[in-house]
Structure formats: structure tokens, C-alpha cells
């Protein structure tokens, strides 16, 4: 049997077919009632309808989604979104974006209800791991779901990522090689309700102080402060708040790392005078504050996002379609040997 189309489905509801439209175009002029019937019946007969003319013949609706963990204006989520569109807009498609899914239930308003009243092509998703029973009926639909910088591959059809574990694993061992003794590492507590790629970062910093441990003399710890706007300030109280300062900070991002330079030095702590300090990202201002910082390149990983998206939904296969880089050591003045520091 082939895919259901608007006429089968008007048929199962007992309702016109424009009322079917409609219930997915128009779903204010449609009762509650009506509308709930016609697109449970949708569901299961696998049919999405279109917005416009031309997807009603392709079967497209020439529109994208992408969902974030935290706001666009983040500097990560901005150069991802500008490096989709560069592909997604000459393309021909729109991409709706949906911002704070950080909870469970956003997730499963979105995975549940959203792709039937929507209808989009394809879905990315920024930083943050899925559970694959929530992407189970955009499966069924046929609706590609490509992930940016994920804690996995689980669900997934398609992922682009850096390793962000190894790649904190090689800026806390830069630390450790230049002979710091006392490194602490800032860090915004983990969302119990989501899997993020920046929590894998801890994980690659405790790595690499336990690997160290045998062979050098560290004293290292995890500072895990509230997440919010406030956590850089958070991370600077408790780093203040130490019995005994440390000679080298390693931090989760340059947006912690960058207010730390400006505000410890009101304190009397100067890098690299007094402390060597590392961030990760290589974002705005990294450079004007000569930030050493572990480089990522989320523009570019928009795109090749969206080249997969692309391919996916022309039904093509993907020869690659879970691709991992690594991060960069960007060496620059906020850091040196420990014995230059004290």
C-alpha cells in the first residue's frame, strides 16, 4: 500500500478535505475536537501535509527546525544557525528555531506533537543527547533528525561533533605539562533532564588529572557552580572562597574563562603572573585578551550539518554520516610554566 494521502485521510476522519488542510494549515477555524481526530488519523496513516502548493506535489515542506538547549544568542548557537543557513536558505527552506528545550517536557512537546502541526523536512539538534524513543515518530514520518555537537550518536541519522571530552583531556594536560601543581576546574552543574556535550568536558579534565597522577605532584579539583547567566560570577565567588588559590585554572568555556581574566585581577590575581588559565571555544574576545583556548569551529559544523540534511532528504545515503573533529590547542599569554607564575 502507498502513502496515504490528504484524500485517505479526509475519508477515515468522515470530513472534507479542505477541512483536513485546515486542521493542519488553518487549525484555528477548525473545532478542538475535530482537529484532534483528524491528526491522530494522520499519524497513523503516515501523512504530513504541506503549507503550500509545491509541497503538496513534492511532498516537502521546505522547512527545518532546530532545537537548542539555550538561547540563539549564544555564541555557539549563533554560528551554528548562520552556518545552516547558508546552505538551508539558497536551498529554498525556512528553519524554525525553539530555544530552552532543556526539559523533559519540552522535549516531548516538540518530539510528540510539533512534527504532525509543523510538518518540517528535516530537525537539528544543538548539544544536547536525544533519546531515541522521543525521535521514534519522526522516524516513522521519514523526518531526518541530525545532530550538532552530541554527547551521541544514539538516534541519530546523521551527527557532526567535536570530541569534547578529548579535547578538555589536552588542555588540562597542557596545564599538567607546563608543571602546575594546583588546578581547578570551574564548571556549571550537569541538567539532570539533559545530556549536554560541555558535561563531557569534566569528564575529559578528571581523565587527564588521574592519568596524571603517578607522574606528577597535582592537587586538582572540580568547582561545580549553579547554571544561569550568573555562573561566571558564580565560578569567580568560589574561587575566591578557596583556602589556597590555584596556580592554574581550566575552564569549561571562554565565556567562563574571559570574565574570570577581567574580574581576579580586581582581586589581586593576574594571568599569568599569578596563575596560568585555560578556556575552550576560541569565541569573541578570546583573542583580545590573548586567551589560550581549545578552538572549535561551529560554523563550519552548520554546514556540513546541513549538507547531510540536505542529502537525507533527497533520499540519498550518507557515506559519513557520524563525523567527529577535535578541538585545537590555541596557545596565546594566559598561560605559563609554573615556575614563572609564583
Do not use: C
Given at each position: 500500500m502507498g502513502k496515504a494521502d490528504i484524500h485517505d485521510v479526509a475519508k477515515a476522519a468522515d470530513v472534507s478535505i479542505s477541512t483536513v488542510s485546515r486542521a493542519f494549515t488553518r487549525p484555528e477555524l477548525v473545532s478542538a475536537k475535530t482537529r484532534r481526530k483528524v491528526l491522530e488519523i494522520a499519524d497513523k496513516l503516515d501523512f504530513n501535509i504541506s503549507r503550500s502548493a509545491t509541497a503538496l506535489k513534492s511532498g516537502q515542506t521546505y522547512r527545518v527546525a532546530m532545537l537548542m538547549n539555550e538561547e540563539i544568542t549564544s555564541w555557539f548557537n549563533t554560528q551554528v544557525f548562520a552556518g545552516?543557513?547558508?546552505?538551508?536558505?539558497?536551498?529554498?527552506?525556512?528553519?524554525?528555531?525553539?530555544?530552552?528545550?532543556?526539559?523533559?517536557?519540552?522535549?516531548?512537546?516538540?518530539?510528540?506533537?510539533?512534527?504532525?502541526?509543523?510538518?518540517?523536512?528535516?530537525?537539528?539538534?544543538?548539544?544536547?543527547?536525544?533519546d531515541p524513543h522521543e525521535v521514534e515518530q519522526l522516524?516513522?514520518?521519514?523526518?531526518?533528525?541530525?545532530?550538532?555537537?552530541?554527547?551521541?550518536?544514539?538516534?541519530?541519522d546523521a551527527t557532526i561533533s567535536i570530541d569534547d571530552e578529548k579535547g578538555m583531556y589536552k588542555a588540562t594536560q597542557h596545564l599538567i605539562n607546563?608543571?602546575?601543581?594546583?588546578?581547578v576546574y570551574p564548571c556549571s552543574e550537569a541538567a539532570e533532564t539533559m545530556d549536554s556535550s560541555i558535561d563531557s568536558r569534566a569528564r575529559g579534565f578528571i581523565r587527564a588529572c588521574e592519568d596524571a597522577q603517578g607522574k606528577h605532584d597535582i592537587n586538582w579539583q572540580v568547582l561545580s557552580v549553579p547554571r544561569g547567566p550568573a555562573f561566571a560570577d558564580s565560578a569567580l565567588s568560589a574561587l575566591l572562597n578557596l583556602d589556597e588559590f590555584p596556580d592554574a585554572i581550566c575552564c569549561q568555556m571562554d565565556m567562563m574563562a574571559i570574565p574570570l581574566v577581567?574580574?581576579?585581577?580586581?582581586?589581586?590575581?593576574?594571568?599569568?603572573?599569578?596563575?596560568?588559565?585555560?578556556?575552550?571555544?576560541?569565541?569573541?574576545?578570546?583573542?583580545?585578551?590573548?586567551?589560550?583556548?581549545?578552538?572549535?569551529?561551529p560554523y563550519a559544523m552548520g554546514r556540513i550539518a546541513a549538507t547531510k540534511a540536505l542529502k537525507l532528504i533527497n533520499g540519498e545515503q550518507l557515506i559519513t554520516p557520524y563525523e567527529v573533529v577535535e578541538a585545537q590547542l590555541i596557545p596565546r599569554s594566559t598561560d605559563v610554566p609554573y615556575g614563572d607564575v609564583i
Open positions: 545552516i543557513e547558508s546552505l538551508m536558505h539558497p536551498a529554498g527552506y525556512d528553519i524554525s528555531l525553539f530555544q530552552h528545550i532543556d526539559t523533559a517536557q519540552n522535549r516531548h512537546e516538540f518530539f510528540s506533537e510539533l512534527p504532525i502541526r509543523r510538518n518540517v523536512d528535516a530537525v537539528f539538534v544543538a548539544s544536547f543527547a536525544i522516524q516513522r514520518l521519514r523526518v531526518p533528525v541530525i545532530g550538532i555537537n552530541t554527547p551521541s550518536s544514539d538516534g541519530f607546563l608543571g602546575h601543581k594546583h588546578i577581567l574580574k581576579l585581577e580586581r582581586y589581586g590575581h593576574r594571568t599569568p603572573r599569578d596563575y596560568s588559565i585555560i578556556g575552550f571555544d576560541d569565541s569573541p574576545y578570546a583573542d583580545t585578551i590573548n586567551l589560550t583556548t581549545m578552538r572549535q569551529d
